[in-house]
């Protein structure tokens, strides 16, 4: 071991919180697993499926509900918020892409209620907040050509059409929220650690 490599072993942990976010079925959880690895951060695991696991079933036993499907938007949506608090150094599956599902899914006025809320204005401040201290980066993983199927999500979701309106709905949340993002539009996997090597270079 070099001293170099003893030296940054041995010194504090400055913050460093990444948020990959995306459309599903693009691969975001497997990117996320290995930055976790190569950079020896927690990873704050997708609530939705955490959820889903919860009630037992898969997203399809939601899609004729629109009550439940609502209230699972909700519950994903605050806990959500809450799970990076406190936490300096993690990579999330996930941040505040849930509103876009519940624009697509729960009932009418569900997602604009989210968006508008003094938690979520203040979650999405903090997030941009910290890439602009240097602190944090946010990866916005873009649809490649046949989405993934991981068995949990409903088989409606893996339309193309279907992954690629949320996917935009992500990119106007950002962009609404004043986020600053690096997009990743390759679905090559040694490329997209590449990416992620060379951004992450500069906060370590």
């Not at 959880?29 to 951060?41: C, E, P, Q």
């Not at 204005?121 to 997030?127: D, E, L, N, T």
């Not at 088989?155 to 004043?178: F, N, P, S, T, W």
Request: charged share 25%; proline share 3%; hydrophobic share 45%.
């Amino acid at each position: 071991m070099s001293a170099k490599t003893r030296a940054l072993r041995s010194a504090p942990s400055k913050p460093l919180r990444i948020e990959v976010v995306g459309s599903h079925a693009t691969g975001k959880s497997v990117l996320v697993r290995h930055i976790a690895a190569a950079y020896n951060l927690p990873i704050l695991d997708e609530i939705a499926r955490i959820e889903i696991a919860k009630m037992g079933g898969g997203f399809d036993k939601l899609r004729t509900d629109l009550d439940a499907v609502t209230r699972f938007q909700k519950n994903v949506f605050a806990a959500q918020l809450r799970v990076g608090q406190g936490i300096s150094r993690y990579v999330s599956d996930r941040a505040f892409d849930n509103v876009a599902y519940a624009a697509e899914n729960a009932a009418h006025g569900t997602a604009a209620a989210m968006w508008r809320s003094a938690a979520c204005r203040r979650y999405v401040r903090g997030i941009g907040d910290a890439v602009r201290r240097c602190e944090g980066a946010v990866f916005f993983v873009r649809p490649g050509v046949v989405p993934v199927r991981d068995g949990v999500r409903a088989e409606g979701d893996l339309d193309v059409g279907g992954v690629h309106r949320i996917d935009g709905a992500v990119k106007l949340l950002l962009e609404l929220g004043d986020v600053p993002y690096v997009p990743i539009q390759t679905t090559n996997f040694q490329e997209r650690a590449a990416i992620v090597a060379g951004v992450l270079r500069g906060l370590l």
